[in-house]
């Protein structure tokens, strides 16, 4: 079996039933070795809500503000993930959940090397969303759930991609929260109201709800 990569090597008969064929394998590093190093406890604060409730402008602005401040932070944008890493993957309810399940794996691995990572996912179910936490949780990786709260109207008023209109020109279908639901997280470990706060405001909002938690 010499020089057969094992990730294509299928056991054949009796060893078919006793070997398996993925094995994980050790880092020598511990996840106390990558911390420390970064200065810094790694961690996944995810950002859900409508399309247009500021989960990005809030991502974005906070990940340069922590960046400022020497930390090392990663913005993880559901857009952008898309246009990459899940460019195969549409917006039907099996897709979706896809495209959550690698978001959240390539954010407990950047969170593992040390990065506090800015999720951004509009991430409609309650079940998707405690699947995350508790992958982290399993993985001994801090989950912080931010709800950013907006009414559909001032979504829809906002309407920075022009998604809402085109779901109202029947164009596309299956938008989050206008025939597609949405379900509000029931405990979130933050709310923010951006109907009635600043940008500058929200962010502030996080950036202490994560300093009193112990993240900064
Ligand atoms: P999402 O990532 O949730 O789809 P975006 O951040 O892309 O939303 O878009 C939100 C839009 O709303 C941006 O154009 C932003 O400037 C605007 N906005 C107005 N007020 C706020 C606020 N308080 N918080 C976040 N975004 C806001």
Redesign the pocket.
């Known amino acids: 079996m010499q020089n057969v990569p094992e990730h294509i090597y299928t056991p054949q008969g009796a060893e078919a039933d006793q070997s398996p064929i993925v094995v994980a394998s050790e880092s020598m590093l511990s996840r106390e070795d990558r911390w420390s190093q970064m200065g810094q406890k790694g961690g996944v604060v995810w950002?859900t809500?409508?399309?247009?409730?500021?989960?990005?402008?809030?991502?974005?602005n906070l990940e340069w503000q922590l960046h400022q401040e020497g930390r090392k932070v990663f913005a993880l944008?559901?857009?952008n993930l898309r246009l990459g890493l899940c460019d195969d993957l549409g917006f039907s309810e099996k897709d979706r959940n896809e495209n959550l399940r690698r978001a959240g794996h390539v954010a407990l691995l950047m969170a593992e090397a040390g990065l506090i990572v800015l999720c951004?996912f509009?991430s409609p179910y309650n079940l998707q969303r405690s699947e995350l936490r508790t992958l982290c949780g399993q993985r001994g990786i801090p989950f912080f759930e931010v709800y950013?709260n907006?009414s559909i109207e001032v979504?829809e008023k906002?309407d920075?991609?022009g998604l809402y209109k085109r779901a109202r020109d029947g164009k596309i279908l299956g938008m989050t929260g206008y025939d597609s639901p949405y379900e509000p997280p029931s405990n979130p470990d933050l709310t923010?109201l951006?109907?009635e706060?600043?940008?500058t405001?929200?962010v502030a909002r996080l950036r202490k709800a994560l300093e009193t938690a112990g993240w900064l």
């Not at 809500?49 to 809030?58: C, D, N, V, W, Y």
């Open positions: 950002l809500g409508l399309s247009a409730s500021g989960k990005s402008t809030i991502s974005r944008d559901g857009d951004a509009i950013v907006t979504c906002r920075p991609k923010l951006t109907n706060t600043s940008i405001d929200a």
